[in-house]
């Protein structure tokens, strides 16, 4: 894995009320979430990115509000790429 380092000023910790520990694993948490939520990541990588296995993960997405990602979702992506591809490929009848 690669390391990011984003500098935080140390008063950021006192309000959270969490260990430098905590901190950096929420943060991993909420990013992997999000990136998710996006379609950016698997559940499975995402998982990875935080130290969680999948199911584990995906379980814990309530915790910030998030849900597994939308099944309906995807199919109309993949029906859009589809309109696209044949558009680009197809002669329009």
């Known amino acids: 894995m690669s390391d990011i380092t984003i500098t935080l000023p140390e008063s950021i910790l006192i309000p959270t009320g969490q260990s430098r520990e905590g901190f950096v694993q929420e943060a991993k948490f909420l990013l992997a979430s999000k990136l998710y939520e996006l379609g950016r ?53």
């Open 41 to 93: 990541l698997s559940s499975g990588r995402a998982g990875a990115v935080c130290g969680l296995d999948r199911v584990t993960f995906l379980l814990s997405l309530h915790r910030v509000g998030a849900g597994p990602a939308s099944p309906r979702r995807r199919a109309c992506r993949r029906g859009l790429m589809f309109a696209r591809w044949r558009r680009r490929f197809l002669p329009c009848s």
